[in-house]
Each structure stands twice: as C-alpha cells, then as structure tokens.
T-cell receptor, first 114, second 109 residues
Framework: NAGVTQTPKFRILKIGQSMTLQCTQDMNHNYMYWYRQDPGMGLKLIYYSVGAGITDKGEVPNGYNVSRSTTEDFPLRLELAAPSQTSVYFC?????????????FGPGTRLTVL | DAKTTQPPSMDCAEGRAANLPCNHSTISGNEYVYWYRQIHSQGPQYIIHGLKNNETNEMASLIITEDRKSSTLILPHATLRDTAVYYCILNFGNEKLTFGTGTRLTIIP
C-alpha cells in the first residue's frame, strides 16, 4: 500500500490565484482530514469527511472548500489565495473503530502565497 | 477534547531511554491518550495509545498513572532518528485530533 499520497509537494501561488491540493489514500479508510501547520505550531484541522459525499468544517475552514466523491480522494480547494494561507498542508485518513482512531498522514504540501 | 501539558523541549543521549511526560489533569473517563511524533517536515506518525492500562508496542511504551492525570511515553533505546516533535493528544476515539505544540526531543550522539 502507498498509504496517503499528496500532490504537489511544493507550490508557489500569487495572491488571488486558485489551486487544488490532491489527496488519495488506498487503505479503504472512510474518514479523511485536511490539516494545516504554520511554522512552529501544531496542526489545525481545516475540514474532514466521514465518508463519500459527507464533509464538515474543522477549526479553520475559511478560505477553503472540499469535496468527497469517492472513498479514496479528498481534494482541498483554495479559491482566492491569500498570504495567510502560506503553510504546510497535511492530509490524513483513518478507520475509527472500537473507540479508537489512528490517523495516517501524507507527506504534506508546502504552499507559499506571494 | 481536554488539554494536555508537555515540556517544550528535552534532550536525551543516544542509546538511553527517552521519557516524555504529559499532564492531562482534566481527562475524561473515556478519553484515550494518544502519542504521535513529527520528524522534521514530515507528516505526523502514530506511535501508541492507551486508555487505562500501560501499553507497549514495537516503537514505545506508554505508562498511564492510576488516576489517569498524567502519562509518560518511553522510547527504550533512543536513536538519532527519534529526534522529532512528540505530541500527546487526548481523544474520545472520534474523528478529531487537537494538536498542541508538543515536546521537541533531541537525541544527542
């Protein structure tokens, strides 16, 4: 299994541009998540999904959109990039069960908005 | 999820046991203690979790006090590759993890 894969690894955007961060998992996990991590800080949850067709906001959803049309894919969309969105973005997936939930993370996408 | 308190940084000599403390005095009865680590620039990696009993796996041991108000992650024989930020997280086993700033562990040769 490849686990959780993310593309691209790096990206530089100009203010106002849009882009989609891709995330794919091959573990048949029903839960998927998007986090962002600013320098020296912990991860903050942007959006999450408990299954295809179901998404919900996390702690910092403003400026982002998500969709979940398949179990495997959970893309994150930035519509109007702003410098405040400069961050490292991590996608994760899990299969909660029996009161426990272990999340598996991708390698991250490093985004700079200038 | 309840809050946790971890020291911001720790050093440990290579080959020694690394003991990382975590205080969680307001933990709820059905909250699990999870540990993740993040090696520089990589995605976080799950290490271990527990509810009441001590746990051990191939990576580490988790010791939870009887009153569950604190825990210790033990890396029995630390190597340079264990240098990372370690996060102690409380979770009910649902979908949301709340990451603090963790403990930056540096293994010294």
């Amino acid at each position: 299994n490849a686990g959780v894969t993310q593309t691209p690894k790096f990206r530089i955007l100009k203010i106002g541009q849009s882009m989609t961060l891709q995330c794919t998992q091959d573990m048949n996990h029903n839960y998927m998540y998007w986090y962002r991590q600013d320098p020296g800080m912990g991860l903050k949850l942007i959006y999450y999904s408990v299954g295809a067709g179901i998404t919900d906001k996390g702690e910092v959803p403003n400026g982002y959109n998500v969709s979940r049309s398949t179990t495997e894919d959970f893309p994150l969309r930035l519509e109007l990039a702003a410098p405040s969105q400069t961050s490292v973005y991590f996608c994760a997936s899990s299969y909660p069960g029996q009161g426990t939930d272990t999340q598996y993370f991708g390698p991250g996408t490093r985004l700079t908005v200038l | 999820d309840a809050k946790t308190t971890q020291p911001p940084s720790m050093d440990c000599a290579e080959g020694r046991a690394a003991n990382l403390p975590c205080n969680h005095s307001t933990i709820s009865g059905n909250e699990y203690v999870y540990w993740y680590r993040q090696i520089h620039s990589q995605g976080p990696q799950y290490i271990i979790h527990g509810l009441k009993n001590n746990e051990t796996n191939e990576m580490a041991s988790l010791i939870i006090t009887e009153d569950r108000k604190s825990s210790t992650l033990i890396l029995p024989h630390a190597t340079l590759r264990d240098t990372a930020v370690y996060y102690c997280i409380l979770n009910f086993g649902n979908e949301k993890l709340t990451f603090g700033t963790g403990t930056r562990l540096t293994i010294i040769p």
